[in-house]
């Protein structure tokens, strides 16, 4: 019966996982990835092919995510699981505090990989204006040092 509540919170958790990565703004700026904002990206003045490639590379990029995402976060379910036992195994949660961290950096690599590929797109100029902008890729500074909302 426990395994059986186990693999339901598990598929729930899964669910909303996928349903909150699917549910974000519908418009091409916001949330574009790691360290994204829409600060200096409305001010890189993208060529139409640039919009193009930079939205397929996105979008390549959560369909690599996505599910690293969803088995992380059931990972995490089962290991806050393990916690609320009356007595947790010590080797039990190190173990899948491992498999987490794996797939964190699973994720790590795949958001450095998208960030150079973004670059790639951006010309020489682009790229600098994007680089004044703040940390990351585009958010957090870039209006006289002050921090936005999201930061």
């Keep these: ?5 186990v693999f339901v919170l598990v598929m729930v958790c899964s669910l909303i996982a996928t349903t909150a990565a699917f549910a974000g703004p519908g418009e091409w700026g916001h949330h574009m990835g790691p360290g994204h904002g829409t600060g200096g990206m409305a001010n890189l003045n993208l ?3 640039q919009s193009q490639e930079l939205q397929a590379l996105h979008e390549n990029y959560l369909k690599a ?3 690293l ?3 992380m976060f059931a990972l995490r379910s089962e290991l806050r699981l393990m916690w609320n036992t009356a007595d947790p195994d010590k080797e039990e949660i190190m173990a899948k505090q491992k498999e987490i961290a ?3 950096w699973q994720i790590q ?6 960030r150079l ?3 790639n797109i951006l010309t020489p100029e682009q790229q600098a204006q994007l680089a004044g902008s703040g940390p990351g890729m585009g958010g957090g500074y ?7 909302g999201r930061w």
């Design 1 to 5: 019966m426990n395994k059986i509540k």
């Design 47 to 49: 060529t139409p092919e």
């Design 65 to 67: 995510v996505s599910p």
């Design 69 to 71: 995402q969803n088995q």
């Design 102 to 104: 794996d797939f964190e």
């Design 109 to 114: 690599e795949q958001a450095t990989q998208y």
């Design 117 to 119: 590929d973004f670059r």
């Design 142 to 148: 870039g209006n006289g040092g002050k921090v936005r």
